[in-house]
């Protein structure tokens, strides 16, 4: 007898065919979001403040990223056409005046970054941003935008914006 003229035939084929089939789905499944669950935050961040003189009025502001190994982030200074530089901005406000830039502080360095061809300042590791500032009146809460970017060796993720507040201790 021909075998796809016998419904039982068929149906034990097709469910082997379907058991099978949704198998490889699930399989597939499973490693795509384990990739994406590793991939998705390759940066950690945490910030803080800490009083740095007598004065009342002295802070620093830090901004802590823990960045997986062999991922980076991008320095605050990059010249030309290229990746998106990370940029600290904090919320206007009249008690709260900067002092110059954001410091980095970590393992940094300058290569030649195939991704764009141009040469790049790529910080990993657990990196530091550290604002001096002076507050004025009390101010309890410092709140601002951070917006970077974040490559390994062969893949970039697009730029991320965390909104932040440091509370003033």
């Known amino acids: 007898t021909n075998s796809n003229s016998n419904p039982s035939v068929f149906f034990q084929n097709f469910s082997l065919m379907t058991k099978r089939t949704l198998g490889v789905i699930a399989a597939f ?3 795509t979001v384990g990739v994406k669950a590793q991939m998705a935050e390759p940066v950690k961040w945490s910030f803080k403040s800490e009083k740095i003189s007598n004065s009342e009025s002295d ?3 830090t901004l802590i990223a823990d960045i997986q190994e062999g991922w980076y982030v991008y320095s605050q200074e990059i010249s030309g056409r290229g990746p998106i530089p990370t940029k600290i901005n904090f919320e206007q406000n009249p008690n709260l005046q900067l002092q110059g830039k954001p410091m980095e502080i ?17 910080l990993s590791g657990t990196t530091q941003f550290i604002q001096k500032a002076i507050v004025k009146g009390g101010l309890p809460l410092i709140k601002g935008q951070l917006l970077y970017m974040t490559c390994n ?4 993720l697009p730029p991320k914006r965390i909104n932040f507040d440091v509370i003033l201790k």
């Open 29 to 31: 499944i499973f490693f």
């Open 59 to 61: 802070y620093e502001i």
């Open 106 to 122: 970590g393992d940094k360095k300058e290569i030649f970054d195939q991704n764009f061809n141009i040469n790049v300042t790529k």
């Open 153 to 156: 060796g062969q893949v970039c």
